[in-house]
C-alpha cells in the first residue's frame, strides 16, 4: 500500500519497551517524527528501524514542546500520539477515508480507549475521552503551560469514530508516580498564573471529582479500577493544593 501524505509526530522519553508498537501502528504515513526528551536507552535505536527523523529537545514546557515538534513537519496535516498510544487498523482506515475526501474541517478529535495495565477503563469519564489530535499543522496550537495544556484549533472541528488505544499506565505504581509529577506541575502553573486558592475551595473539589467519576460517570462499573481512578481525581486537587501552599510559603520565607 502506498503511503499517505500524513506527518505522525511522537514524543517520547525513554519509551523502548512501548515505542516499537506505538510507531509499527502508524508505518503507512509517509512521515514519522520523533521527538526525544533525551533517551538513555533504545528508544532512539528503534525508531531508526522505522526510518523515523529523530529529532531531539529537552522537554521544558509541555505546549511549547509539543508546538515546536509540529512546526517541523513537512506535510499539512498532523496526527499526534505519545509513545504510549496506538493506532488501530481501523482507526488507520478511517483517517485514510477522510483525508482522501479533502476535508475542510481543520482538525478532528479521535476517541481514546485509556488502560492501566492491560485494563481498559471503560468508566469515570475516561472513554471515550476524545482528543484533538489530527489537524492542519498551520491551524493548531497547544497552550503554552507545563501540565494539561489546552488545544485551540483555528477553524471547524469534526469528530472520527474509531478509537486509538492508549497506555496511559503500565501498573498502579506508574499511575501514582506520574499523579505526583502532574501535581506538581499543576500547583507551579496555579502559582505562575496567581491563581486565588483557598483550603475550602479544594476540600470541595476533591470531594466533587470523587462523586463525579465514581457516581455520575459511573466508575464503581468498573470495580476495584473504578475506585482507585475516582480516588485519584480527588486526591489530583488535594495534592495540587498541598504544593501550591508549599510553594508560597517558600517564597514569603525567602
Not at 471503560?122 to 497552550?143: A, I, M, N, T, V
Not at 506541575?185 to 463525579?212: C, I, N, S, V
Request: net charge positive; aromatic share 14%.
Amino acid at each position: 500500500m502506498d503511503k499517505i501524505f500524513l506527518s505522525v509526530v511522537v514524543l517520547a522519553k525513554n519509551e523502548e519497551s512501548r515505542i516499537g508498537k506505538c510507531l509499527d501502528s502508524v508505518k503507512w504515513a509517509d512521515e514519522i517524527i520523533l521527538l526525544d526528551d533525551e533517551s538513555t536507552d533504545k528508544t532512539i535505536e528503534i525508531a531508526q528501524t522505522y526510518n523515523a527523523t529523530i529529532l531531539r529537545r529537552k522537554m521544558d514546557v509541555e505546549g511549547t514542546h509539543r508546538n515546536w515538534a509540529y512546526a517541523q513537519a513537512k506535510n499539512e496535516w498532523v496526527l499526534s500520539l505519545d509513545s504510549d498510544e496506538r493506532v488501530t487498523p481501523k482507526l488507520k482506515e478511517e483517517i485514510i477515508k477522510v483525508l482522501a475526501g479533502n476535508p475542510q474541517e481543520a482538525g478532528f478529535t479521535i476517541p481514546r480507549k485509556n488502560h492501566i495495565g492491560d485494563y481498559w477503563v471503560r468508566f469515570g469519564g475516561w472513554y471515550p475521552s476524545p482528543q484533538l489530535r489530527l489537524f492542519r499543522k498551520d491551524k493548531f496550537r497547544y497552550e503554552a503551560v507545563q501540565v494539561h495544556p489546552r488545544a485551540f484549533l483555528d477553524g471547524a472541528c469534526g469528530h472520527l469514530k474509531a478509537d486509538m488505544l492508549h497506555y496511559s499506565y503500565r501498573n498502579l505504581e506508574d499511575f501514582w508516580a506520574k499523579l505526583n509529577k502532574q501535581t506538581t506541575w499543576e500547583a507551579q502553573k496555579w502559582f505562575d498564573q496567581g491563581k486565588p486558592m483557598t483550603l475550602g475551595k479544594f476540600t470541595w473539589r476533591t470531594y466533587d471529582r470523587f462523586m463525579r467519576a465514581y457516581f455520575g460517570r459511573h466508575g464503581y462499573r468498573d470495580g476495584f479500577i473504578g475506585f482507585v481512578v475516582a480516588f485519584n481525581a480527588g486526591l489530583y486537587q488535594i495534592f495540587s493544593y498541598l504544593k501550591y501552599k508549599e510553594i508560597v510559603m517558600n517564597k514569603k520565607n525567602k
